[in-house]
C-alpha cells in the first residue's frame, strides 16, 4: 500500500507545481503591465515636458519680436530724424537699452529651458527608478519561484521512481 501514498504525494506535487506555474504566469503579466505603464508615464512626462518648452519657446519668441519691432520703430525715427541710430532715443529707449533688453530676455530664455529640461529630467529618472525596482523584486520573486517549481519536479520525478519501486516490489511472483 505504499505506492499509493505516494501516488497521493504525486498529485500533490502536482497541484503545487501547477500553482507555481500560474503564479510565474502572474508575475510575467504584471511585469508586461508595469512596462506598458512606465512606458506610458515617460510618453506623458515627454508630453509635459513639450507643452512647457513650447510655452516657454512662445513666449520668448513673442517678446523677442516685441524688441525687434521697438528696434526697427527706432531705427525708422532715427532715420527720420536724420539721426545715427545708435545715439537716437525712441520712446524713452535706446538701441543699446533694447539690445540690453534682448540679451536678458534670451539668458532667462535659456535659464528657464534648462530648468525645465532638468526638472522633467529628474520627473523621468524617478520614475525608471520605481520602474527597475519593482521590476527587480518580479524578478527575484519570479526566481524564487522557479526554483520551487524545479524542486517539486524533481521531487515529482523521484515519488514516480519510488512508485513504481513500490509496484515492482510488491507484484507477487509465480515461479
Known sequence: MGWVTLALRKTELKRTHAAYQLEDLQISREKRRMAREYHAEQVGVENDKNEQTRNI????????????????????AAKEAGESSTDYEYNGQTLSDLQSQLDDLKENYTYENSEVES???????????ES????????????????????????????????????????????
Do not use: C, G
Open 57 to 76: 519657446r512662445d513666449n520668448y519668441n513673442s517678446q523677442k519680436q516685441t524688441i525687434y519691432d521697438d528696434m526697427s520703430a527706432l531705427r525708422e
Open 119 to 129: 526638472y522633467w529630467e529628474d520627473e523621468l529618472a524617478m520614475i525608471e527608478e
Open 132 to 175: 527597475n525596482d519593482q521590476e527587480t523584486t518580479l524578478d527575484q520573486q519570479q526566481v524564487e519561484i522557479e526554483t520551487l517549481m524545479e524542486n517539486v519536479s524533481q521531487e515529482m520525478q523521484s515519488v514516480s521512481e519510488a512508485i513504481s519501486s513500490e509496484i515492482q516490489n510488491s507484484t507477487i511472483k509465480l515461479s
